[in-house]
């Protein structure tokens, strides 16, 4: 798999942060039944390397990678707890060697376009554009695809229900990711069908 890859399998990514990992399983797979299998777990909990893994083995319909990659270690602990991609929110050149360094296809943050083009000059052509809203949102999407046509972002923060298909209509834009699928309150009370039900009204944006 290549980073391109996890734009066409779905037109969402749920940003997924999980307090207890006993909620890792049951909520990928309400995700995958909506229709949303590409599923990124943040390092943002010290439960989110085993929720990692327990989705890993028990989800096989999950493509299960990790968010919040912001030290060269927290790729190499993602990839040994299962993950199959990784997602960071920005990108240094010691960042982006430990990402490349395991192997799984990456989605490096990037929010200018001397970010952008740094990316560029690595090969990367499949990027993370946080934070979407706040960073300018579509209208700054588009100014990007001018001289940069040749890359496609996953835009997150700020993106949701409302707003989440104009920026699918963009040709720069693969995918998008959010945290709206997994609200704390239905995680914490395992309201797996409400999770399901927002990801199969995501599923059908595209
Ligand atoms: C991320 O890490 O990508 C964002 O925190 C998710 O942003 P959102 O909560 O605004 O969707």
Redesign the pocket.
């Known amino acids: 798999m290549i980073a391109e890859d996890l734009f066409d399998l779905a037109p969402v990514i749920p940003?997924v942060?999980l307090d207890d990992a006993e909620a890792a399983v049951p909520l990928a797979r309400a995700l995958v039944e909506g229709g949303l299998p590409v599923i990124?777990v943040?390092l943002?909990t010290p439960s989110a390397l085993e929720a990692i893994t327990r989705i890993a083995a028990e989800v096989p319909d999950a493509v299960i990678g990790a968010?919040?990659i912001v030290r060269p270690e927290d790729a190499e602990r993602s990839a040994a707890a299962g993950a199959r991609f990784l997602?960071s929110?920005g990108c240094t050149p010691r960042l982006q060697a430990a990402m490349v360094a395991t192997g799984l296809p990456f989605l490096p943050?990037a929010a200018t376009a001397s970010e952008v083009i740094a990316l560029l000059e690595g090969g990367l052509t499949a990027m993370?554009f946080?934070?979407?809203?706040a960073a300018g949102g579509t209208a700054y999407l588009k100014s990007l695809a001018g001289p940069l046509p040749q890359v496609r972002f996953c835009p997150?923060?700020?993106?949701?229900p409302g707003n989440a298909a104009d920026y699918l209509a963009l040709p720069n834009v693969g995918c998008v990711?959010?945290?709206?699928l997994t609200p704390a309150d239905a995680v914490r009370n395992g309201d797996w069908n409400h999770i399901r039900k927002l990801a199969t009204e995501a599923a059908t944006l595209r």
């Open positions: 940003v942060v990124e943040t943002r968010g919040t997602v929110p943050g993370k946080f934070p979407a809203e997150t923060g700020g993106v949701g990711g959010g945290s709206w």
